[in-house]
C-alpha cells in the first residue's frame, strides 16, 4: 500500500511539473524600473516581453582555442609521463637482469680454468675479462636508470 502512496506522489509531481515547463514566462518592466518575471503579465508595467524557453542543455560547450590548445599541452604531458614511466620500468628491468646475470656469472665456465704446475688450478683471463663485461653491463643499466628515472622529475 505504502508503494502505491509513493508511485502516486511521484505521478502528480511529475504531471504537475510537465505543463510548469511548458508555460511561458513573461518580463514585466514597471514604470519604477523594476522587472517582475511571472507566468502572466504584470498590470500596470510599462513594457511586456516574453522570454522563450532557454534551449536545453548539453553540458557542452564550444572549444575555444586557448582551451584546445591547453587540452593538447596536457595530453602531450600526460603522454609524455607515461612514456617515462614507461623507460623506468624499462630500465629497471634491465638492470634486474644485469644484476641477475652477474650473480649467474660468477662460477667460471667450463674451459676458464686452467692447471698449474704444483696440481691445482687457476682462473684464465677469459674468465676476468667476462666478470669484467658482467660488471660493465650492471653500471651501463645502473646509468641508464639514473637517466630516465631524471627525465620523470
Excluded: N, W
Excluded at 7 to 15: D, E, T
Excluded at 91 to 118: C, F, H, M, S, V
Excluded at 129 to 144: G, I
Amino acid at each position: 500500500m505504502r508503494h502505491i502512496a509513493v508511485f502516486a506522489a511521484v505521478a502528480a509531481g511529475i504531471a504537475v511539473s510537465l505543463p510548469a515547463a511548458a508555460q511561458t514566462v513573461y518580463k514585466s518592466t514597471m514604470p519604477d524600473g523594476r522587472v517582475i518575471y511571472g507566468p502572466q503579465p504584470q498590470p500596470g508595467a510599462k513594457k511586456v516581453d516574453t522570454m522563450s524557453k532557454p534551449p536545453a542543455s548539453t553540458g557542452a560547450s564550444a572549444i575555444t582555442p586557448g582551451e584546445k590548445a591547453a587540452a593538447a599541452q596536457s595530453a602531450k604531458a600526460r603522454a609524455a609521463a607515461q612514456s617515462s614511466g614507461a623507460d623506468v620500468a624499462a630500465a629497471r628491468d634491465a638492470l634486474k637482469a644485469a644484476e641477475a646475470a652477474r650473480a649467474a656469472g660468477q662460477e667460471p665456465l667450463p674451459g676458464e680454468r686452467i692447471g698449474t704446475a704444483g696440481g691445482a688450478s687457476r682462473l684464465t683471463d677469459d674468465y676476468f675479462e667476462r666478470q669484467k663485461k658482467l660488471a660493465a653491463d650492471v653500471e651501463t643499466a645502473k646509468r641508464r636508470l639514473e637517466e630516465a628515472q631524471a627525465k620523470t622529475r
